[in-house]
């Protein structure tokens, strides 16, 4: 049987599984080769059919277990294939190993806190979502009080709403009760604000110190102030702007000379010389009402973050702090 050879040739030959289903139905189909043959075998001299049936099985022995030997070795190659075209290249650029110290306003943070604890304070934290009182009453800012304009603040339907301060967190620290009281809080607040140096979430750092009797005063508050701001800036000058808050009296906005120009005026200082940097003041005695403290005094300060941040490292647009940016990202 010529045909035998040439089937067992082709199969070694053959290199894809669908060709070798093809060569499996032309020999052992309906009308196989090797189907015709054995129903031939009725026509066949008896003397020879033991033979010829012999010499058929053996050829269907061989095809069958040829056919199963490179059925396995083409799904191992396709196996292969697939697995090498899945392989992860391990060399490729990984943007999560980029070495980086931190993002910039973590390490603002990082800076300022260390100051403060360095000078006795201690970390304090405050909710996120706070009520009417913590956020205004309590701070001298009534209900219909036009100051609350100065922030614009994002309520819940319940009444409480995303703090646009962190002046809440003296609230909830004088209502503890126990003095003296000497504490930084850092953490995250919002307005609706959104423009190149407005962000709707910001972080801020408030400042509280309170003691018994008149024992803390402004100038307590002026010396720390401008020794943190040489710290944080290094040869600058300072000045304190009398101005309003309903929570101190009296208040004031903390200016550094620009560092950018040096106090000669430019584009960043509005050509006056002069940054703003931060609130203060003298704890107002309405707020030491609201809670309960009697014969104490107390200084309170509270700063921008992202203001701190785009000073020290000359960031022009608040908002590409949030954007997640590795190209600004790396460069910390
Ligand atoms: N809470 C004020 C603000 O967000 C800042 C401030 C804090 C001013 C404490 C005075 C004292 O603008």
Redesign the pocket.
């Known amino acids: 049987m010529k045909w035998v050879d040439e089937i067992l040739q082709e199969i070694k030959q053959c290199d894809q599984i669908k060709d070798l289903e093809s060569l499996r139905l032309r020999v052992f189909g309906k009308k196989g080769l090797l189907t015709n043959e054995f129903s031939n075998l009725k026509n066949i001299s008896d003397g020879d059919k033991k033979q010829v049936a012999k010499a058929l099985n053996d050829a269907k022995q061989s095809i069958e277990s040829l056919l199963t030997a490179k059925k396995s070795e083409l799904e191992e190659l396709v196996l292969n294939q697939k697995i090498e075209s899945q392989k992860i290249d391990v060399s490729l650029f990984n943007s999560t190993l980029l070495p980086t110290y931190g993002h910039p306003i973590n390490i603002t943070f990082d800076r300022i806190i260390d100051y403060f604890v360095g000078m006795d304070f201690s970390l304090k934290y405050g909710p996120l979502v706070e009520d009417d009182f913590h956020s205004f009453e309590a701070l001298n800012l009534p209900r219909f009080h036009p100051a609350r304009d100065?922030?614009d603040t994002f309520y819940f339907n319940d009444g409480m709403l995303l703090r646009?301060?962190?002046?809440p967190v003296?609230i909830r620290t004088m209502e503890e009760g126990r003095l003296p009281i000497r504490i930084i809080s850092p953490g995250a607040?919002f307005r609706r604000d959104y423009d190149m140096t407005h962000s709707p979430m910001f972080h801020?750092v408030?400042?509280l110190v309170v003691d018994k009797n008149r024992e803390v005063n402004f100038a307590n508050l002026k010396c720390i102030l401008e020794d943190f701001l040489t710290y944080m800036f290094g040869d600058i000058k300072i000045r304190f702007r009398s101005s309003f808050?309903p929570?101190?009296e009296p208040?004031a906005e903390v200016d550094i000379s620009c560092i950018f120009c040096k106090g000669l005026g430019c584009r960043v200082c509005s050509n006056t010389g002069w940054l703003e940097v931060?609130?203060?003041?003298v704890v107002d005695d309405n707020v030491f009402q609201a809670v309960g403290l009697k014969n104490v005094s107390g200084y309170?300060?509270?700063l921008g973050v992202e203001r701190f941040a785009m000073l020290s490292y000359g960031v022009n647009d608040l908002r590409s702090f949030f954007e997640t940016d590795l190209r600004l990202l790396e460069q910390f």
């Open positions: 100065m922030q646009p301060h962190t002046s003296q607040v801020q408030e400042g808050f929570f101190t208040s931060l609130g203060c003041g309170a300060f509270g």
